[in-house]
């Protein structure tokens, strides 16, 4: 089988860089992903765009959408350089998976599905550890190691506010983008509420089975 090209969608919190991490390992392909990307480039300048905000950091911090122009130069990029990938973040709407038309043709496209209140619970307790970049959650996954508990942050985006922010942008925005690749039949609805080794498990043999 060549490199799969795979795209997975699904709202935050809902799984994909887990996932996405474990396919780049079984895989051998790329994980592309928007938003540590943009992490990585916070404090970019992005004024001669003209753009609301200066960078894209202010954006982030309030749950709101980066300007399509800066993300999609962003991925263009990194898909330029990919044999295979997995590519978590984006499209966040419409006018971004129009572009991904233009930008490549995709082997499987993944839908991680997740319960609303689930995925508040999931992003509110979520915690990182800055010194090795493994993520925890205060309730379902806590670290055993006390030192490294006390090392832990949560991403500036996690709080509740922005959360709820994050999911109506979700909604809003990249619902949408899910009909749009459901209608063309392309879509592999999976339950993402399972244990992360059962949402594996299905993932897997998804890719095995599509691509
Ligand atoms: P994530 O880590 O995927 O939850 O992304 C964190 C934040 O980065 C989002 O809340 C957005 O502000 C920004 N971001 C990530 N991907 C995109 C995208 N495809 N389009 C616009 N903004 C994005």
């Given amino acids: 089988m060549a490199q799969p090209r795979i ?3 699904g709202a935050p919190g809902a799984g994909k860089g887990t996932q996405s991490a474990k396919i780049t390992e079984e895989f051998g392909v790329d994980h592309i992903t928007t938003g ?3 992490r990585s480039n916070k404090e970019m300048d992005i004024s001669d765009m003209d753009t609301e905000y200066d960078t894209p950091g202010e954006y982030m911090d309030q749950g709101e959408l980066v300007p399509d122009d800066v993300v999609n ?5 990194a898909l330029s350089q990919a044999d295979g990938f997995v590519l978590d973040g984006y499209p966040r709407n ?17 839908y991680l599905d997740v319960g609303e209140e689930e995925l508040v619970h999931r992003l509110t307790g979520r915690r990182l550890d800055p010194e090795t970049g493994d993520i925890y959650h205060v309730e379902y996954n806590p670290p055993e190691d006390p030192e490294v508990e006390d090392r832990l942050e949560q991403r500036d985006d996690d709080t509740e506010e922005t959360v709820r922010e994050r999911l ?3 909604h809003e925005n990249t619902e949408p983008v899910i009909e749009y690749y459901d209608e ?3 879509l592999e609805r999976i339950d993402g509420e399972q244990a992360p080794d059962a ?3 299905e993932v897997k043999a998804t890719i095995e089975d599509t691509a």
């Fill in 184 to 186: 063309q039949g392309d």
């Fill in 36 to 38: 540590d990307a943009l």
């Fill in 94 to 110: 419409l006018e971004q998976a129009e572009e991904l038309k233009d930008m490549t043709d995709l082997d499987v496209v993944l």
């Fill in 73 to 77: 130069a962003i991925v263009d990029e």
């Fill in 168 to 170: 109506s942008v979700f």
């Fill in 199 to 201: 949402v594996w498990d």
């Fill in 7 to 9: 795209l997975i969608l």
